[in-house]
């Protein structure tokens, strides 16, 4: 899940100014020491793998873990534990030669067989893992997540210690890219019996076998360290000695820090987006990720199509991306512009229609008109929800542009913003304890599947449990046809079906700017996945 971004008030810009030139032309005292001091918008939630569900937890589980592949600069897949691929004709069978000198933090070497537990793990229901859908089409691993086989029958073998097997039920065409996402990397075993419940909660309850260790995480503190792992195989790639975490969730704080050189790198509020734009180490980071409402079902409000629709009329997402501030952008569809291409064109373009349009359009008019259609339907003039967000500044500041448009435009309908901690708002998605929430999604790879899974229905993140039957068997065609034009345009009809019902409410796409040190090099950013690579990642002297 995705933060906001809060505004920095112009007065307290206007203090600082001044003194930005000077700050931006100092190296921190980080620089000729390989440290950099990084920081985060949210709390870290877990080391575990198979229980991760956020976006700060995956990057420091791609730093501090590898699998198969680690992907590079635009998601470039490239060999990390694997040495050598090979593949059958049909595309079913993946064998993987395993380098032989990568081993764990704790001593024990990495093997084919780590994987094989790994993956078992964390399909199995008692794991009860959020991304235990991502699986699907690996041999058996539907009916195990459906506690219909045993584990044991997932397509995964080791042949011996270093090679290991995976037979797929159908052909995948992003399958490497899905190699390189943390929950298929491997597990230790003997780590996990040795922690049991407390294994991943903190540093010390973890191993690690990727370029860095985690180190002084306790479970609940807002700041940490990645450590180079002495024991990787690659080390003497890894030029960073030492990466300063913490968690700041107020950009005003944060870019102060930038200026005093105890940051390198500072997400960057509204105002200051403008007023720096043009200074050195301004970037701009772009997401494959959109924000949007989940409507919970469970309330018969959200059952009402012209209700969901009404809502979705109601709202300016331009207004509503400036607001939130940054770089961000509104959008028209559920999957985000610009991360996958379809014969030289962008995917979305393939599912714009004029009803689709028409639908993701701010029309206060129609809004209205399908308002009253809900109201007969429903028998009320007047309905109450509760928009459940994160409690950081920029979340409150999306809830209350929400409320605001939604109640001027939707006379009757009452809007109360419940904002709470990260954790807890996630604990109530889980367990469909809301009636809206405001939430996002970052793809956890380059192909509009990642968020498509997402609103079939049985899918472990459809906390608001819309069901279509025609869109499950849009997104099921496009699991089992070989044909790649054949199978982008069976995802853009479900995701057609998704719009028209309004199934989510899609927002905006996040684009964060950021100031990050000019020596401060070779960090590999992609918006997909694991936002950062550390691995290359070195301060110029």
């Not at 590079?72 to 050598?84: D, I, M």
């Not at 993946?94 to 093997?111: E, I, Q, Y």
Request: proline letters at 3%; charged letters at 25%; a positive charge.
């Amino acid at each position: 899940m995705k933060k906001w971004k809060k505004y920095l008030s112009a007065s307290l810009l206007t203090a600082v100014s001044a003194a930005t030139l000077a700050a931006c032309s100092k190296s921190s005292s980080s620089g000729t020491k390989q440290t950099l001091n990084w920081m985060t918008k949210s709390e870290l939630q877990t080391l575990d793998l198979s229980k991760v569900t956020d976006a700060t937890s995956l990057d420091q589980i791609n730093n501090s873990m590898e699998g198969l592949y680690r992907l590079g600069k635009n998601s470039k897949v490239e060999n990390a534990l694997a040495t050598r691929t090979e593949v059958s004709k049909d595309g079913k069978v993946w064998h993987f030669t395993l380098r032989k000198n990568a081993k764990w933090s704790n001593g024990d070497p990495v093997t084919a067989k780590d994987f094989v537990y790994s993956w078992r793990r964390t399909v199995d229901p008692k794991t009860a893992s959020q991304y235990a859908y991502l699986f699907s089409g690996v041999k058996n691993a539907d009916d195990v997540v459906a506690g219909k086989k045993k584990v044991e029958s997932l397509g995964v073998k080791a042949d011996d210690n270093q090679h290991l097997t995976v037979t797929l039920d159908r052909r995948i065409p992003y399958f490497k890219l899905l190699m390189g996402f943390g929950v298929f990397f491997p597990q230790n075993e003997h780590a996990v019996e040795k922690y049991g419940k407390n294994y991943g909660t903190s540093s010390k309850t973890m191993v690690y076998n990727g370029p860095f260790v985690s180190k002084g995480w306790t479970g609940s503190n807002l700041a940490w360290k990645l450590v180079k792992n002495k024991d990787y195989w690659d080390k003497s790639k890894v030029k960073l000695s030492k990466i300063n975490y913490s968690v700041q969730k107020t950009p005003s704080t944060d870019y102060n820090l930038y200026q005093a050189g105890k940051l390198d790198a500072a997400l960057l509020a509204p105002q200051a987006t403008k007023q720096l734009k043009n200074q050195a180490g301004y970037t701009i980071r772009p997401a494959s990720s959109t924000q949007y409402l989940q409507l919970n079902e469970k309330n018969k409000l959200f059952q009402n199509t012209d209700f969901r629709r009404a809502l979705s009329l109601s709202v300016n997402r331009k207004a509503l991306a400036s607001a939130v501030g940054g770089a961000n952008k509104p959008v028209t569809t559920f999957s985000p512009n610009s991360m996958t291409e379809v014969n030289g064109k962008d995917y979305t373009n393939l599912v714009k229609t004029a009803e689709t349009d028409k639908l993701m359009t701010y029309n206060p008019t129609l809004a209205k008109s399908y308002w009253k259609k809900a109201q007969k339907a429903l028998g009320k003039s007047k309905v109450n929800f509760t928009l459940l967000t994160y409690d950081d500044d920029d979340a409150k500041k999306a809830g209350e542009y929400l409320q605001s448009t939604i109640e001027s435009n939707l006379k009757g309908v009452n809007v109360r913003v419940n904002n709470l901690p990260k954790k807890t708002v996630l604990v109530r998605g889980q367990n469909g304890n809301f009636d809206a929430l405001l939430m996002g999604w970052q793809a956890d790879f380059t192909d509009p599947i990642s968020f498509l899974d997402l609103n079939t229905s049985n899918a472990s993140y459809n906390w608001g449990k819309w069901a279509n039957k025609e869109y499950d068997k849009y997104v099921a065609a496009s699991k089992t046809t070989a044909n790649e034009n054949a199978r982008f345009e069976d995802l853009a009809k479900a995701e057609r079906v998704l719009l028209t019902e309004q199934g989510v409410v899609p927002l905006y796409q996040p684009a964060e700017a950021w100031m990050i040190r000019p020596t401060v090099k070779d960090v590999v950013y992609n918006g997909a996945g694991a936002n950062y690579n550390f691995k290359y990642a070195y301060v110029e002297k």
